[in-house]
């Protein structure tokens, strides 16, 4: 359908006012910022469907079910099928309009009569009417060229939208993941912490330790069981706002993969060819509709500066049938007159004195044209920032994933290791405090690094134009 629509438009315009359109030259870099080595088993991030970034299964059901059903979706596919509708209504300007008007008088005559006055008449009239506007300079075929690239602009529209809704349940899905892991660690947390007041009140009891160590035993306890509600509250409400994404009512959502097991990538994901992504991002693609709409809608400007041609022309018959003449129901004894004509009326209306609104209408046109061209320049720029800043998340949150995962092992252990010198009495039970509370906020700045990693391969596959392919085997536009 787009590359038939493409095709109207170059058509259309031939011959028209309209200037010929030349992309913008945007001066693409020879390579992203700041991007390493890409690996080179895997094709650019873009160019892969969603289903093939994203392998867990529970995440694939989800997304189908988002694709299929998320609103903001629904809504951008009828606004294709809008513009298409007022495409075919202009592109019918083109053709001939004909109509047919069919009507009938029927008389009847009561009291008196003339001599040869007949006692009832039917007359029945058809008329047939044709009008044309012969486009010589290009007026209609331009507006044409305009509805058909508002086609094309909403249906990019509506792959903006879905590769938006895509990156949206992908992120809330890893963020809930994440927020089941700080459930869990907080929990067996506090767990943890249980028996070690308990430990510290025994110790008290005996006369080892002292009511501080109690209190700052029990501190760390009420601390975690703080935390848990508010965790728990995140989670039932991320799970509410992904069921509403995905076209539903807020409910439970089902888990599939750990965190640790989704999206696994290259050290460095493939970005593709900078130039690639000006065919790649449908927003982009979108934009240059709209600067390609704002180019046509120049040649229907300038058209209105030369005379406008249009033919009419019209046909018809009529009869007038009197005393005896069958006809329907009707019946009439004598007589039948008939009459017919055939009219051409061709017009050519020429602007002569309209206070300059004619041109100022063109200059109007292209100041359009110029904002359009800026505005997709501003696009391009603003996607090669989005490819490079999640480029430098990915790179650098994968390193952080690194050494975090050194400082939560080194934390968890020294955490160990206080709790055996303050249970042999080498230390004070500070000690244990300070390596606890290290050691539970590194394990969750742990998990927050892997999400992070997570959401940055996310951040990365939206910004290269990947999310608005349609699933193998599901009817695309």
Same mark, same amino acid.
């Given at each position: 359908m787009k590359l038939a629509l493409l095709g109207i438009i170059l058509v259309q315009l031939l011959g028209t006012c309209a200037p010929p359109y030349h992309r913008p030259d945007t001066d693409e870099p020879p390579a992203y910022r700041d991007e390493a080595q890409a690996s080179q088993v895997m094709p650019p991030l873009g160019e892969l469907g969603w289903w093939e970034v994203f392998k867990d299964p529970q995440l694939q059901s989800l997304l189908r079910t988002a694709v299929a059903q998320n609103y903001d979706i629904r809504v951008a596919a009828q606004r294709i099928q809008e513009a298409e509708a007022q495409y075919t209504v202009i592109a019918s300007n083109q053709y001939p309009q004909i109509n047919a008007l069919l009507s009938a008088q029927y008389q009847q005559i009561n009291g008196k009569r003339a001599v040869l006055q007949p006692k009832s008449t039917f007359a029945p009239n058809g008329l047939l009417t044709l009008q044309y506007e012969v486009d010589l300079f290009g007026k209609v075929r331009s507006q044409a060229a305009v509805a058909a690239a508002q086609v094309l602009e909403t249906d990019f529209a509506r792959e903006t939208v879905t590769a938006s809704i895509v990156s949206a349940v992908a992120t809330l899905y890893f963020q809930l993941r994440e927020l089941d892991v700080e459930l869990a660690i907080s929990k067996e947390t506090l767990a943890a912490?249980?028996?070690?007041?308990?430990?510290?009140?025994?110790?008290?009891?005996?006369?080892?330790?002292?009511?501080?160590?109690?209190?700052?035993?029990?501190?760390?306890?009420?601390?975690?069981?703080?935390?848990?509600?508010?965790i728990e509250r995140t989670i039932a409400q991320t799970e509410d706002a992904l069921s509403i994404l995905i076209g539903g009512y807020p409910n439970a959502v089902q888990r599939g993969l750990p965190l640790t097991e989704q999206v696994a990538l290259p050290r460095v994901p493939a970005a593709g060819?900078?130039?690639?992504?000006?065919?790649?991002?449908?927003?982009?693609?979108?934009?240059?509709?709209?600067?390609?709409?704002?180019? #046509?809608q120049i040649g229907v400007a300038r058209a209105l500066l030369y005379p406008q041609f249009t033919i009419s022309a019209g046909a018809g018959a009529g009869t007038a049938q009197a005393n005896g003449v069958a006809l329907g129901p009707f019946v009439f004894p004598q007589s039948n007159l008939g009459q017919g004509y055939i009219s051409i009326l061709p017009q050519i209306v020429q602007q002569i004195f309209n206070a300059g609104a004619a041109r100022a209408n063109v200059a109007g046109t292209e100041a359009a044209k110029e904002a359009a061209v800026l505005q997709y320049v501003?696009?391009?720029?603003?996607?090669?920032?989005?490819?490079?800043? #999640?480029?430098? #998340?990915?790179?650098?949150?994968?390193?952080?994933v690194i050494e975090q995962t050194a400082y939560a092992a080194a934390s968890v252990d020294a955490l160990r290791l206080a709790n055996l010198r303050y249970e042999g009495g080498v230390t004070s039970?500070?000690?244990?405090?300070?390596?606890d509370t290290q050691a539970y906020s590194a394990q969750i700045s742990l998990e927050q690094a892997l999400l992070n990693e997570r959401l940055a391969v996310?951040?990365?596959?939206?910004?290269t134009g990947g999310g608005w392919q349609p699933e193998p085997g599901v009817a695309a536009r």
């Open positions: 912490r249980r028996q070690s007041l308990q430990l510290v009140q025994y110790r008290f009891q005996g006369g080892i330790a002292t009511l501080q160590d109690v209190r700052q035993s029990q501190e760390l306890v009420y601390e975690t069981a703080a935390v848990i509600p508010v060819i900078p130039s690639a992504i000006l065919e790649q991002r449908p927003d982009i693609r979108a934009s240059e509709e709209t600067l390609i709409a704002a180019n #046509a501003q696009t391009v720029h603003q996607a090669f920032g989005d490819v490079s800043d #999640a480029l430098i #998340a990915y790179d650098k949150n994968r390193e952080a039970y500070l000690e244990v405090l300070v390596s996310v951040q990365l596959y939206k910004a």
